[in-house]
């Protein structure tokens, strides 16, 4: 079983920076695909980036692509979003998933680890 704890959130003025991590347990970290997906109130979850075992592959959606970039740290098992240049419409509960073995998956369908989310807030 895989634990996923995401940290990082928290209130931010429009044009400013978070960056969230996702701390994985387990020993098999570098096979595992990890995305964050997101999901503001009445919304569907939606997805964010995702990066592959490696960390040489990474996918993000025209929405977040030039100001949301995904990394990770294979050796500390944790994963990061690095979010600059917020907007109000960023608002949402970000959430860390995993899943082995696949690449490029963009619906939160494929993933079978989620972390509990964590609540970002960007003020206007």
């Known amino acids: 079983q895989v634990q996923l704890v995401e940290s990082g959130g928290g209130l931010v003025q429009a044009g400013g920076s978070l960056r969230l991590s996702c701390a994985a347990s387990g020993r098999t970290f570098n096979t595992m695909t990890m995305a964050w997906f997101r999901q503001a109130p009445g919304n569907k979850r939606s997805f964010v980036a995702a990066i592959s075992g490696s960390g040489t592959s990474t996918y993000v959606p025209k929405s977040v692509e030039g100001r949301f970039t995904i990394s990770r740290d294979n050796v500390r098992n944790t994963a990061y979003l690095q979010m600059n240049s917020l907007k109000p419409e960023d608002t949402a509960v970000y959430y860390c998933?995993?899943?082995?073995?696949?690449?490029?998956?963009?619906?939160?369908?494929?993933?079978?680890?989620w972390g509990q989310g964590t609540q970002v807030t960007v003020s206007s």
């Open positions: 998933a995993a899943v082995r073995f696949r690449i490029g998956e963009t619906s939160s369908d494929a993933y079978d680890y």
